[in-house]
């Protein structure tokens, strides 16, 4: 099948104005987003830029924003689309670098706000072992490790959208996923960082992210937890 493919251009150091370059590939319906990337930067047009990596839904480099909808390249195939016209550009919200690569630094800085590291001075158990938690406990927060921090969350949610120091959802899902920890004990701390102006309260329910997660993290639910967990002192 022929698929035009309608490609966010814009490179700041030589360009007034963004554009969209139209080019027409040929396809196969089980061809990703990614795969007509390649392509287009192999045989048309050397000059394009985006990110990618693993091309496997794994490293989370190449979250762009196709036909309106946050998602990963190289997941997205093109028979999915129900259509020959795909246009790609790069996440909102974040300045452009250049094409569909995107300054990420500050996603990360509200992401190593939240402190997203087990915290815990507490002497190791003498026997030497390891920190041991049960099944259930590990279930607690099964759910939050799976984020690949691809930013399609915080990029497609309004509150971030209106303002920028919002810590978004990414940043509350990986804070969520260290509170819940029954081997942490930086819970408190957390709690206070995610209580401030552009903490969780800035969450107004809107869903997108937990739409646009590539990993299907029911992210509104745990934004809810620790929302939850503020008001309550409680980390059940
Ligand atoms: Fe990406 Fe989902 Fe992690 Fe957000 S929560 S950064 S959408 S993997
Ligand atoms: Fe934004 Fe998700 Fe809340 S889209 S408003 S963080 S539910
Ligand atoms: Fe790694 Fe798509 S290239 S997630």
Known sequence: MEVRVRVFRFNPEVDRRPRYDVFTVEAE???????????????????????????????????????????LACKALVKNFGTNEITIEPLLGLRVLKDLIVDMEPF????????????????????????????AERERFDDTTKCILCAACTTSCPSFWADGRYVG?????????????SRDRGAAQRLEILNQQMGVWRCRTAFNCTE????????TQAIA???RAIQTGRLD
Request: charged share 30%.
């Open 108 to 135: 990360f800085e509200h992401y190593r706000s939240v402190l997203p590291y087990l915290i815990n001075d507490e002497p190791l158990p003498e026997d030497g072992r390891e920190r041991l938690q049960s099944p």
């Open 169 to 181: 959802p990414a940043a509350i899902v990986n804070a969520h996923r260290f509170i819940f920890d």
């Open 29 to 71: 319906p089980m061809d990703r987003v990614l795969d007509l990337l390649e392509y287009i930067r192999g045989d048309i047009d050397g000059t394009l830029s985006f990110r990618r990596s693993c091309g496997h839904g794994i490293c989370g480099s190449d979250a762009m924003r196709i036909n309106g909808r946050n998602m």
């Open 225 to 227: 937890e620790v929302k």
């Open 212 to 219: 646009a997660c590539p990993r299907e993290i029911k992210i």
